[in-house]
């Protein structure tokens, strides 16, 4: 008797909560609007134009990216790291299953990452893709055959999020700063770069968008920045100059979101 007393007493509480949480319409997707102030916030410039995906942006090469069909892609893992599980645009990211032989080569299973995209296919996704050229990820994209839906095939960025590394962990807090001093150059360096050569923005740069490896002395040996989806892409105007991006990227590191 005791245990369905309080079982009904559960229930009368919890219900009235949980109807209040299942009738409650979800908020409305962000705006591109919102999207740019919640990234750029007061590190928004003139020179900072539209996501990279922008119809202005994009040519006929860049439009026709999904259709044909990805034949002779076979799914492995799916990821589950922080970053890669399914998102507001993806529904998930996974390795391959087998060898996959691309027009210009053949790639490793190991050397390649399969993002499977929400449909339809639009600005997002081939801002995406154009950006995955730009800077040389991109392997190929298309319509998966057994579900239609559409994919991207892009190259395989070694190491791992440094919060999730022995190394990170084991430093105490003056090693954790160096580290960030020492990923903080290297990142500057690809962020500036592609922006002054290929006018392409990343304004994403949080700790899930960011590969390390470590040297034997576990200083940092490489880091590679990652996600080139909307909508952490922008276009940079001719007028941008190379101190003027310089100048962005040191304002927007140290207002970093999810660190």
Same mark, same amino acid.
């Given at each position: 008797?005791?245990?369905?007393?309080?079982?009904?007493?559960?229930?009368?509480?919890?219900?009235?909560?949980?109807?209040?949480?299942?009738?409650?319409?979800?908020?409305?997707?962000?705006?591109?609007?919102?999207?740019?102030?919640?990234?750029?916030?007061?590190?928004?410039?003139?020179?900072?134009?539209?996501?990279?995906?922008?119809? &202005?942006?994009?040519?006929?090469? =860049?439009?026709?990216?999904?259709?044909?069909?990805?034949?002779?892609?076979?799914?492995?893992?799916?990821?589950?790291?922080?970053?890669?599980?399914?998102?507001?645009?993806?529904?998930?990211?996974?390795?391959?299953?087998? =060898?996959?032989?691309?027009?210009?080569?053949?790639?490793?299973?190991? +050397?390649?990452?399969? &993002?499977?995209?929400?449909?339809?296919?639009?600005?997002?996704?081939?801002?995406?893709? &154009?950006?995955?050229?730009?800077?040389?990820?991109?392997?190929?994209?298309?319509?998966?055959?057994?579900?239609?839906?559409?994919?991207?095939?892009?190259?395989?960025?070694?190491?791992?999020?440094? #919060?999730?590394?022995?190394?990170? &962990?084991?430093?105490?807090?003056?090693?954790?700063?160096?580290?960030?001093?020492?990923? #903080?150059?290297?990142?500057?360096?690809?962020?500036?770069?592609?922006?002054? +050569?290929?006018?392409?923005?990343?304004?994403?740069?949080?700790?899930?968008?960011?590969?390390?490896?470590?040297? #034997?002395?576990?200083?940092? #040996?490489?880091?590679?920045?990652?996600?080139?989806?909307?909508?952490?892409?922008?276009?940079?105007?001719?007028?941008?100059?190379?101190?003027?991006? +310089?100048?962005?990227? +040191?304002?927007?590191?140290?207002?970093?979101?999810?660190?």
């Amino acid at each position: 008797m005791l245990q369905m007393r309080l079982a009904l007493q559960f229930v009368l509480l919890i219900a009235p909560l949980w109807f209040k949480t299942a009738t409650q319409a979800a908020p409305p997707p962000l705006s591109p609007q919102q999207f740019r102030k919640f990234l750029l916030g007061d590190r928004d410039r003139p020179w900072i134009e539209d996501f990279y995906g922008s119809d &202005k942006y994009l040519n006929d090469e =860049d439009k026709n990216a999904f259709k044909q069909r990805l034949i002779g892609v076979t799914l492995g893992e799916k990821l589950s790291s922080p970053g890669a599980v399914t998102g507001s645009f993806n529904e998930g990211m996974y390795m391959l299953g087998a =060898d996959y032989n691309a027009k210009d080569k053949k790639y490793e299973a190991s +050397e390649v990452v399969v &993002k499977i995209l929400y449909g339809p296919v639009d600005g997002k996704i081939l801002g995406e893709v &154009k950006a995955l050229k730009d800077v040389g990820y991109f392997i190929a994209s298309g319509l998966l055959p057994s579900n239609g839906k559409p994919a991207m095939l892009m190259k395989k960025i070694d190491g791992a999020q440094i #919060k999730s590394t022995g190394v990170w &962990k084991k430093a105490n807090q003056s090693g954790r700063e160096e580290l960030l001093n020492q990923m #903080k150059l290297l990142v500057k360096n690809e962020i500036v770069t592609w922006a002054d +050569e290929k006018r392409l923005l990343h304004a994403d740069f949080t700790s899930y968008n960011i590969h390390v490896t470590f040297d #034997k002395d576990d200083s940092i #040996k490489t880091c590679r920045v990652l996600d080139f989806g909307f909508p952490g892409i922008f276009r940079v105007g001719t007028s941008a100059t190379k101190s003027d991006i +310089e100048e962005w990227f +040191e304002l927007q590191w140290n207002n970093r979101k999810q660190w």
